[in-house]
C-alpha cells in the first residue's frame, strides 16, 4: 500500500473516492452523501489549493481509503474532513495510516491540532437519544460505544474528545468533536 496526493490529473481515483463515500458512510450515515453528484462535489471541494487529500492506493492502484483536511485558526489547527476507507478494508490499518499520514502532512504545513467532527445520529454511543444539558461533561465522561462509533478508533489514534455539540444533528443526536496535538 502506498498513500499519495490526489489531483485533478487523476479523474479515474476522483471518480472511486466519489464512490467510497457513498458506499463508506452509505450505513451509519446515509445522507451524509446521498448520491454521486454531491460526493463528487466533496471530493473536488477537497481538492482545493490550500486543503489536503490524500490517498491510500493497493499495488494495483485502487483506492483504499482517502482523508481530507481543512487549515483553520490561520492554519494552527486542521479540520480532518472527511476520512474514509473501503468497508471491505476496514480494520486493516489503512485508517491508521492515513490519519498518521495526515498528521504528518499537517506538522509539516507548520499546524499544531488536527480536530474533527464525529455525528451520531443512529444511537451508535451512550450520547444519542437524550437531553445532554445541563451537565454534558458528566455525559461525555461516561461515554460508551453501543454499535461501533468511530470515535474509539480515533481515541486509538490518540485523539481526545474535548467537546460535544447536544442536538447538533436534531434532538438527541450529538456531535462528538475530538481534537489531537500534532506539532
Excluded at 466519489?18 to 463508506?24: T, V
Excluded at 486493516?92 to 495526515?102: F, I, K, T
Excluded at 490518540?158 to 506539532?183: C, L, T
Aim: net charge negative.
Amino acid at each position: 500500500m502506498k498513500i499519495v496526493s490526489l489531483s485533478l490529473e487523476q479523474p479515474d481515483l476522483i471518480e472511486q473516492a466519489a464512490r467510497l463515500l457513498l458506499e463508506g458512510f452509505r450505513q451509519h450515515w446515509p445522507n451524509a452523501w446521498p448520491e454521486m453528484e454531491s460526493a463528487r462535489q466533496e471530493v473536488h471541494e477537497a481538492l482545493e489549493t490550500e486543503k489536503i487529500i490524500r490517498a491510500a492506493l493497493d499495488e494495483d492502484g485502487r483506492l483504499l481509503g482517502w482523508i481530507g483536511a481543512i487549515p483553520e485558526y490561520d492554519g494552527h489547527a486542521w479540520e480532518l474532513h472527511p476520512l474514509v476507507v473501503d468497508p471491505a478494508c476496514q480494520g486493516q490499518g489503512v485508517g491508521r495510516m492515513l490519519v498518521a499520514d495526515l498528521e504528518n502532512q499537517v506538522r509539516e504545513r507548520g499546524g499544531t491540532t488536527i480536530f474533527l467532527g464525529t455525528d451520531d445520529e443512529n444511537d451508535m454511543t451512550s450520547l444519542s437519544g437524550m437531553n445532554l444539558y445541563p451537565n454534558v461533561w458528566e455525559h461525555i465522561a461516561r461515554i460508551r460505544n453501543l454499535k461501533g462509533h468511530p470515535f474509539e478508533f480515533y481515541q486509538k489514534q490518540g485523539y481526545a474528545i474535548v467537546g460535544v455539540i447536544p442536538d447538533a444533528n436534531g434532538p438527541g443526536k450529538p456531535d462528538i468533536y475530538m481534537a489531537k496535538r500534532v506539532g
